[in-house]
């Protein structure tokens, strides 16, 4: 960072993010409004992702044995929510936050140790942690036409009704057993599918190519193929 940021050197941006007092709502709110003037709009969109860095010992807030996408698999590391505008080629970061185990907040004294608030030691899953990202987000002001997210969000059934009776047009991946409807199950009974079943029995001809976006390979290609469903509301029968 005081390689890349004008006018600073290296002495100096440690002590801002690890001694000095600072408003991080206030800092949050801002990125998000400067980053909305740059790039918000109906075109936008907001994406929701977690990351991790992988950390050794037990002292380092929130570090546990927990799945490390980065890494694609479980290991010791710290694991943190974040939200971005992206339009094109463009992106920033509005909001993120640690995600904390519950093993971290049933521990009060080695919370206070980490220096964790006592406002932030509540359990709270991914998901509902995203929930929340996309309400200061709408709260703030900050412009998008859709939310994004990868099968985590998208397996959290509740999370897309909610969205949907909120008004927001969202498109997330799912997990290959998720089970949708042709028709309303709600009017008539109606058998169940799976994405993967569903999938499996297409022609050939119903599949399209599509460029996902930029990789560090390359471009990343997949092929798309799309039909109108339902599925279950999670407080239904």
């Not at 801002?30 to 740059?38: F, G, L, M, N, S």
């Not at 980490?114 to 991914?126: D, L, N, Q």
């Not at 909610?162 to 998720?178: L, N």
């Amino acid at each position: 960072m005081s390689e890349t940021v004008a006018e600073t050197e290296y002495y100096s941006l440690h002590h801002l993010l690890s001694d000095a007092a600072w408003d991080f709502e206030n800092v949050r709110r801002e990125t998000a409004r400067q980053a909305d003037e740059w790039i918000g709009g109906p075109e936008t969109g907001l994406l929701l992702d977690e990351s991790g860095v992988q950390k050794k010992g037990d002292h380092s807030a929130g570090v546990a044995r927990q799945y490390n996408g980065r890494l694609g698999k479980v290991e010791n590391s710290q694991v943190g929510v974040y939200a971005a505008l992206a339009r094109g080629s463009q992106a920033a970061i509005i909001d993120f936050e640690l995600f904390l185990p519950e093993r971290w907040v049933e521990d009060a004294k080695r919370c206070q140790e980490a220096g964790i608030p006592e406002s932030a030691r509540v359990f709270r899953t991914k998901p509902q942690m995203a929930a929340e990202m996309v309400k200061r987000a709408r709260a703030a002001g900050v412009r998008f036409g859709f939310i994004g997210a990868d099968g985590l969000y998208g397996h959290a059934t509740w999370l897309l009704f909610d969205w949907d009776d909120a008004g927001e047009v969202f498109a997330t991946e799912v997990h290959s057993d998720q089970q949708f409807y042709f028709t309303d199950p709600g009017k008539a009974w109606v058998p169940a599918w799976e994405a993967r079943e569903w999938a499996a029995r297409l022609k050939r001809k119903e599949w399209h190519p599509v460029i996902l976006r930029d990789g560090e390979k390359g471009e990343v290609r997949a092929m798309f193929a799309h039909t109108r469903v339902w599925i279950s509301h999670p407080n239904s029968a």
